[in-house]
């Protein structure tokens, strides 16, 4: 019991030390010769490479060509930054923008480009993903809302990995708290509110997140083998369950964000997403049974396509009226 009583009542954060790999370890970030390794991006990708290998299988899984995700993948990923980077900027616009300074200075002095400087947020890497998971869709031939809802896991699983990169950072925690899981900020800590005492723990809103998170994507996954969970429904439970946890997370953290009629700018953003999860539900309650392919209509897999062509090329496989691509799923088969 001794020992038990001894154990510290809050969690720490990644410390400042000297341990190197040919360089020096700083906060959030470490170098290995002449290059600098930001843990929040390997955490990034980690939670990207995860995500794609779930979706790999799930669309396989539902009749997808083998590796399909890729295609849909690279503009959705590369978009996705961009709208992260770009949805930051603008909800961060008097840092950027304003105060005196000169129209070039975000682009020079602030440059606005430099995430590894801090400064992406997930709700636009949703927007500019969907965007690019469309374009990618449209490319494939696969369904948009059958793509949504074979990512919908795997994403909210990665962004469960990713919210580790704040813990490494020590940014974006919550107020101050004397509960037990408090976290533990390195003095000096620019985020850290003035004329808080030394020692002053902190709510662990990464933590929370990572929890939800995890949680959400075994939800998902249980949810996802009933055939009611297609059509793009999968997706909005993800949007509804997301944007709930986001509300409270973000209701509770102190770093600067634009506020709008006594809401920060993600929170609004969070309802928004709640709010669309559910007018989907509404409207898609109008399809029933399971989606008949992943595939849109006079579209096909690929290795399909050699089967009724004789030509080397990619010129869709044109069907009869009223009939599908690829073959019918059973009803067990995973959205």
Known sequence: MASLTALPASIPSPPVSSFTFGGEWTIGSFTFGPFTIHIYALCILVGIVVATLMTHRRLTKRGGEPWVV??????????????????????????????????????????????????????????????????????????????????????ILAQALGRFGNWFNQELFGLPTDLPWGLEIDPGNAAIPAGLPEGTL??????YEVIWNALGAV??????????????????????????????????????????????????????AVVLGIVILIVQRRHTGAVPSVYRPGRQRADEKALHSTEDDFVDVSEPAGREATAQPSPQATS
């Open 202 to 207: 902190f709510h662990p809103t990464f933590l």
């Open 219 to 272: 939800v998902l996954l249980w949810l996802g083998r009933s055939v009611a969970m297609q059509w793009g429904r999968l997706f909005a439970v993800y949007l509804i369950w997301y944007g709930a946890g986001r509300i409270v997370w973000e209701s509770i953290r102190i770093d600067p964000s634009q506020v709008f009629f006594g809401l920060r700018t993600n929170v609004w953003a969070a309802i928004a």
């Open 70 to 155: 890729i295609d849909i993948g690279l503009p959705a990923v590369i978009l996705a930054f961009i709208g992260a980077r770009a949805f930051h900027v603008v909800t961060h616009w008097g840092f950027y923008f304003s105060g005196g300074r000169e129209w070039w200075n975000p682009f020079v002095q602030d440059a606005v480009w430099n995430i590894w400087d801090g400064g992406i947020a997930i709700f636009g890497a949703l927007l500019g993903g969907a965007l690019g998971a469309w374009i990618g869709c449209r490319w494939t031939g696969i369904r948009f809302l059958s793509f949504a809802d074979a990512i919908a896991p795997g994403l």
